[in-house]
């Protein structure tokens, strides 16, 4: 499965779009853009998912460019229960089952 | 549903006792995956099962840890002698199909 990298941390006003990139330029194209986002003390929590359409639902978009080397989930109206960690992970569907989380993206909404 | 139930919700034991930790998948999800989480190490998948046979516990650390699942609505993740280093956040996760993955509220074990 592709590498995929998010930066570390990032801040978001109420309210506002909450943007959060990631970058998975090696990844190939049988596979697929999983975000998943941890609230503290809970366990994480399935977004969102794509091939290389854009994709929305009641929780977010998800934005993938046309190369597919890179990503955006939007928080379209971010509140404070959105702070979390969020998590971008490659796929390959059909292949192992397993998911395996990175350090993902600490993203904090304030007030 | 009521979702992915873990039990204990804390728990804390001397280093040399057994711990067993319990999770109760969605019904209907043939996939049931243990994870533990920690500071340094993130989140680690331990083992995975398919249709209640273990698939891949290439991520359980040692023989201390040992999983079963008897049937479709139950599965234990024992550790045996306990540890300190063993001291995580442990999750249990249910699938019924791969990567759509509900986690339950996890285990914090303490050991001291």
């Known amino acids: 499965d592709a590498k995929t990298t998010q930066p570390t941390s990032m801040d978001c006003a109420e309210g506002r779009a909450a943007n959060l990139p990631c970058n998975h330029s090696?990844?190939?194209?049988?596979?697929?853009v999983y975000w998943y986002r941890q609230i503290h003390s809970q366990g994480p929590q399935y977004i969102i998912h794509?091939?290389?359409n854009n994709e929305t639902n009641e929780m977010a978009s998800l934005i993938i460019t046309e190369d597919r080397k890179s990503s955006t989930l939007i928080l379209p109206h971010a509140t404070l229960r959105d702070t979390a960690v969020y998590y971008c992970?490659?796929?390959?569907?059909?292949?192992?089952?397993?998911?395996?989380f990175g350090k993902g993206m600490k993203l904090t909404v304030n007030p | 549903d009521a979702g992915v139930i873990q039990s204990p919700r804390h728990e804390v034991t001397e280093m040399g006792q057994e711990v067993t930790l319990r999770c109760k998948p969605i019904?209907?999800?043939?996939?049931l995956f243990w994870y533990r989480q920690t500071m340094m190490r993130g989140l680690e998948l331990l083992i995975y099962?398919?249709?209640?046979?273990?698939?891949?516990d290439s991520g359980m650390p040692e023989d201390r840890f040992s999983a079963k699942m008897p049937n479709a609505s139950f599965s234990t993740l024992k550790i045996q002698p306990s540890e300190p280093r063993d001291s995580a956040v442990y999750f249990c996760?249910?699938?019924?199909?791969?990567?759509?993955?509900?986690f339950g509220s996890g285990t914090r074990l303490t050991v001291v």
């Open positions: 996760a249910s699938s019924f199909a791969p990567f759509y993955y509900t």
């Open positions: 794509g091939l290389k």
């Open positions: 090696t990844i190939s194209g049988n596979e697929y």
């Open positions: 019904s209907g999800h043939d996939y």
């Open positions: 099962f398919n249709n209640n046979v273990p698939i891949d």
């Open positions: 992970i490659a796929l390959t569907q059909g292949g192992s089952e397993k998911l395996v």
